[in-house]
């Protein structure tokens, strides 16, 4: 056994023993608390990571959220491009009998198409990071807006009961 331990093999030793201790079931915050301060973790410390645990879960599942809106946002138009280059083609076939003219926004749609598809699978670029911003940015401003709106609602009905 090595005397040493690096970071991340300590967090793999303490996971698998809190594993085995708690046999599958989910441990109470104050059960966590109890674990951190026998392993000499202070409370302002297992607070600041607790919150940071928090921060990070949050975004974890905005980023999620997000994904799913680019994803669908791709289907959408992915779509588009395949009913309406179906009805070109359709009607290319229809007056010519052969395929001419309709291969050029099959080609050129298709492209934009396929620059879309990268774009919204690559999700590891400064792109993406400040595309994410800005829909977090503009959900917020919705949010709020929201919030304001049924505030105001809310006011108007009580002042306008008889």
């Known amino acids: 056994m090595p005397d040493f331990y690096t ?3 300590v967090q793999q030793i303490l996971h698998k023993a809190i594993a085995r201790k708690s ?5 109470s915050r104050n059960q966590v608390r109890e674990i951190a301060s026998e392993l000499g973790i202070s409370d302002a410390d297992f607070a600041l990571a607790e919150q940071d645990w928090l921060n990070q879960s949050l975004q974890d599942r905005e980023r999620v959220t997000y994904d799913i809106y680019r994803k669908k946002k791709f289907r959408d138009h992915a779509l588009k491009y395949t009913l309406i280059n179906a009805f070109l083609i359709g009607i290319n076939l229809l007056t010519s009998g052969s395929i001419s003219w309709a291969v050029y926004p099959l080609l050129g749609w298709g492209l934009a ?12 670029s400064d ?7 800005q829909w977090l940015r503009q959900q917020k401003r919705s949010q709020i807006a929201a919030q304001i709106t049924d505030k105001v609602t809310a006011k108007l009905e009580e002042w306008l009961k008889p």
Do not use: H, I, P
Request: glycine content about 4%; charged content about 30%; proline content about 0%.
């Open 127 to 133: 792109e993406y990071e400040k595309q994410f911003q």
């Open 7 to 9: 970071e991340e093999q």
């Open 113 to 124: 198409v396929a620059l879309d598809a990268w774009a919204t699978y690559q999700t590891d």
């Open 23 to 27: 046999q599958g079931q989910d441990l």
